[in-house]
């Protein structure tokens, strides 16, 4: 059966009609390839592997948990043919939060790579409705193409991808993804990078990420480009795949690019294929642009969100000096306001929250019909960014208005890890804050009011952290503090701790 939108969603399909043989996949650890014919006759013995074996029902819900695999984009295009819905997984997540998320998204398979087959089968008592399906029985099931599913039943509002986001009030909400979504965040992406069929880049960002599927995965495979994907960050490495496969566009976040160029590699790598860098999750600085720059590859900063694209705002690399620390304009198909708290338009250089409308904004969060109705007001994705304009209509981030902060590119949300920390009985009140490091960009540093000053201790605070959250989230400093600033109805507040750290 084939949907009146296949036309448009079936991407693989029309490229190995156009182009059989151009390379879509290459392996950046194995050196494997695989073209497009190849990559879309595996797609469709997938689906037709998972079809049988699981009875895979449009709208059904598969976790990937697993490091980044050729198999995990081939188990995507698998889904899609069927109508069912990915829902990558954070394999960094302890056992406690990974139950959480896998009994909130109730799939109906979960797909893992073998090393973490352990952790599963220890949480598997919480979610027995869920199959088990090790990644290496998937894999061997994709030689067989004897039995293979052409038909296309996803629909441009079927929801193509659940990306679960730390949540602000403790718990991950998981943005749910139409293909519509990621249609419109593709020709935004083409449109504003200029991607073509000869385009290639080398993906590391996991695919539990956003950035790792809709920065330029999803865009490339419409465009029919090549990806080299990366299992980890690996900055040597990279730079020796951009050369090899002549990359026409690096991606990452300042701390990887960072990291790139004190490379041993760098001063004689050979990118001269590179058009820019693309450079997101924060500002770049500008010691760094001009190292770039050096090897003659201008730096393209931007802004984007999961519940968005996430390819929302772009800088031309031409503005990178000038307009130091802009996120540039929005992309195309991106409405853009900025309301103040008085529910006003804001004029240049006026602070305000910045609200989105479009095609690529996600249908909602999964399983959460009130912070889904909290973010939306007619339309409009709310993002809890406080951004203004210059007088030239260039957009600035000027902070977030819920307390989250960034650290290596992570979103990391201080609710969640107050939550854990206050479960240690002797902890009686604590505050999270973000603080700049040279590093990670940020990291958290937790102030502790212990409810007996001999009580702190700084190891279980570690010990409980490492337990219970992933190591991005865990606080790099722990201090006592004999009480935190309060206001009047006796919240905490932050902005009096910031003010004291920067005093």
């Avoid at 090790?134 to 293979?148: M, R, S």
């Avoid at 006003?344 to 249908?363: D, F, I, R, T």
Wanted: glycine residues 8%; hydrophobic residues 40%; proline residues 4%.
């Amino acid at each position: 059966m084939e949907t009146a939108d296949s036309f448009e969603l079936d991407w693989l399909k029309q490229w190995a009609y156009l182009s059989p043989t151009a390379t879509a996949l290459t392996d950046g650890d194995t050196g494997r390839q695989l073209s497009y014919a190849e990559f879309y006759s595996q797609a469709i013995t997938g689906a037709q592997y998972l079809k049988s074996k699981f009875n895979l029902q449009p709208g059904d819900r598969v976790v990937h948990f697993s490091t980044n695999e050729l198999s995990s984009y081939i188990l995507f295009f698998a889904l899609a043919r069927l109508g069912a819905t990915l829902v990558p997984i954070n394999y960094r997540l302890t056992a406690r939060e990974l139950t959480y998320v896998i009994t909130d998204a109730k799939p109906k398979v979960i797909v893992f790579e073998n090393q973490f087959g352990d952790t599963l089968q220890s949480i598997s008592k919480d979610f027995q409705y869920a199959a088990l399906e090790p990644f290496k029985d998937f894999e061997a099931a994709l030689n067989d193409t004897t039995n293979q599913f052409e038909g296309f039943h996803s629909t441009t509002d079927t929801t193509a991808l659940i990306i679960y986001t730390s949540g602000t009030t403790g718990f991950p909400k998981g943005a749910m993804i139409s293909h519509r979504g990621l249609f419109w965040n593709s020709v935004n992406t083409t449109l504003r990078l200029n991607i073509t069929q000869s385009d290639a880049a080398v993906i590391f960002l996991p695919l539990f990420h956003t950035g790792g599927w809709n920065v330029l995965s999803t865009p490339f495979f419409h465009r029919g480009a090549h990806i080299i994907l990366m299992k980890k960050f690996d900055g040597d490495q990279i730079l020796k795949l951009s050369e090899t496969h002549r990359a026409t566009l690096l991606f990452g976040v300042p701390t990887t690019m960072k990291m790139m160029s004190q490379s041993p590699f760098f001063t004689h790598v050979n990118l001269t294929s590179v058009r820019y860098a693309i450079v997101g999750g924060e500002p770049m600085p500008l010691d760094e642009i001009r190292t770039w720059e050096s090897k003659k590859i201008p730096v393209r900063q931007g802004y984007g969100l999961t519940e968005f694209g996430p390819n929302v705002f772009s800088l031309n690399e031409t503005d990178t000096i000038r307009k130091m620390g802009s996120i540039g304009f929005p992309n195309f198909y991106v409405q853009v306001q900025v309301i103040n708290e008085a529910g006003q338009h804001c004029h240049a250089n006026e602070v305000g929250e910045l609200w989105l409308k479009g095609p690529m904004a996600m249908s909602g969060y999964w399983n959460n019909e009130k912070a889904t109705k909290d973010t939306f007001s007619n339309g409009w994705l709310k993002t809890g960014d406080l951004v203004y304009f210059d007088t030239e209509k260039y957009f600035y981030i000027v902070g977030r208005k819920k307390d989250m902060y960034k650290s290596g590119g992570e979103n990391v949300y201080p609710a969640e890890i107050e939550k854990t920390l206050s479960e240690i009985p002797w902890v009686s009140e604590v505050a999270v804050i973000g603080v700049q490091d040279p590093q990670w960009g940020e990291v958290g540093h937790a102030y502790i009011v212990a409810r007996e000053a001999s009580s702190f201790n700084q190891e279980q605070l570690q010990n409980h952290c490492l337990t219970n959250l992933a190591k991005f989230k865990i606080p790099k400093y722990f201090t006592q503090m004999s009480e935190l600033p309060k206001g009047d109805s006796g919240k905490i507040l932050k902005r009096l701790i910031n003010q004291s750290l920067n005093a």
